[in-house]
């Protein structure tokens, strides 16, 4: 590679960075549950427009 390191090394660091993405994004989400209350989901479900998908939504990742 490139940067005068092994495919394994890149490979290793590129799982490590994305584990240690995925466990941050974990933490974030369980403390903003724990901030919510009942009724903030339906509240803003109610503000979302009633429309039907496009075809384009079925698309979407």
Same mark, same amino acid.
């Given at each position: 590679?490139? +940067? *005068? =390191?092994?495919?394994?090394?890149?490979?290793?660091s !590129?799982v490590?960075?994305?584990? *240690?993405? =995925?466990?941050?994004? +974990?933490?974030?989400?369980?403390?903003?549950? *724990?901030? !919510? /209350?009942? *009724?903030?989901?339906?509240?803003?479900? +109610?503000?979302a427009?009633?429309?039907?998908?496009?075809?384009?939504? !079925?698309? /979407? +990742?």
């Amino acid at each position: 590679m490139e +940067d *005068g =390191v092994s495919l394994s090394q890149w490979i290793v660091s !590129a799982v490590a960075q994305k584990v *240690g993405a =995925v466990e941050t994004t +974990d933490d974030f989400l369980r403390a903003r549950a *724990g901030m !919510a /209350k009942r *009724g903030d989901l339906t509240r803003l479900l +109610d503000r979302a427009p009633d429309v039907p998908p496009t075809p384009e939504d !079925a698309n /979407k +990742d």
